[in-house]
């Protein structure tokens, strides 16, 4: 069957068509980060500003002691180090075990294996509010309440990752698995070596996931701790709106502190988290 010839375009057209998806483009990414724009800015401003009427946009005389406030006020440094330990700890274990299972999924063969990774998948459809009092009873039962292991254990791991990484270990080519054989390697080497280095966006992808899940959570360390000192910087953040009713910026500031470490993530692994979850879209 001939295919049929490209239409072609004039440049005027395609210069049309071009600053149509930037303008789409635009007017999205302003839509994404206004939010973020405005807590900024209020965190800079005066409480009798920020409830101003026309709001301000632009802080004129910005109030940086906002932030010196959060900090030392609101204990935000040793909120930080618990979301620090958990949120690695969380993520190290995620892709360890992501990374063996959907190693086991795509090269050996076991017995029930496409009903395992089927019941693997239907993790993904039970909210985690379903399993919580479970979790908690269970952590309860082992003496993990207020403790760091009780707050990062539930979590490490997931149907998601296992999912991610078994789609990119199909698309290496059976034969590196068979030269491998031929060379000597066993499971382990030939996983280390050449699996997972292949699939390392799907790998650096499923980190960020992992990071920004841990880090974000606010259900899971409110119910499993009661000690401040093991509180993360979500719970932090509220304790510190309920002591700076009258400073709401000293708030604002406490916010973007805690995003930081979330946009120098997005920052560094940004081209990896594409490459990573359109790497496996094409093989299942």
Do not use: C
């Amino acid at each position: 069957m001939r295919a049929e010839p490209k239409r072609w375009e004039s440049p005027s057209v395609r210069r049309l068509r071009k600053a149509g998806s930037y303008t789409i483009l635009t007017v999205l990414a302003v839509v994404v980060l206004f939010p973020i724009y405005i807590t900024v800015v209020n965190s800079l401003l005066r409480p009798v500003d920020i409830a101003s009427r026309p709001p301000t946009f632009f802080p004129t005389h910005p109030h940086w002691s906002s932030y010196a406030d959060a900090w030392n006020g609101g204990h935000m440094a040793k909120y930080l180090l618990n979301s620090f330990i958990v949120t690695i700890a969380i993520t190290a274990g995620q892709v360890v075990t992501a990374i063996f299972a959907g190693y086991a999924f795509a090269f050996l063969e076991f017995p029930f294996k496409r009903t395992l990774f089927v019941v693997f998948l239907a993790t993904l459809m039970v909210p985690f509010e379903v399993t919580v009092v479970t979790n908690l009873d269970t952590v309860n039962a082992l003496g993990w309440y207020d403790t760091y292991q009780g707050l990062a254990v539930p979590f490490l791991a997931t149907g998601f990752g296992a999912f991610l990484v078994r789609q990119a270990f199909l698309q290496v080519p059976r034969d590196l698995s068979d030269a491998a054989a031929l060379d000597g390697y066993g499971h382990w080497r030939f996983m280390i070596r050449v699996a997972v280095p292949l699939a390392r966006p799907a790998i650096a992808a499923l980190t960020v996931f992992g990071f920004l899940g841990a880090w974000n959570q606010y259900l899971w360390p409110l119910l499993a701790t009661k000690d401040d000192r093991l509180r993360t910087v979500q719970i932090g953040l509220k304790q510190l709106r309920a002591t700076s009713l009258d400073a709401v910026n000293v708030t604002f500031a406490g916010a973007v502190i805690a995003v930081i470490p979330i946009a120098i993530i997005l920052l560094l692994f940004q081209k990896h988290l594409v490459r990573g979850l359109t790497a496996g879209a094409v093989k299942g």
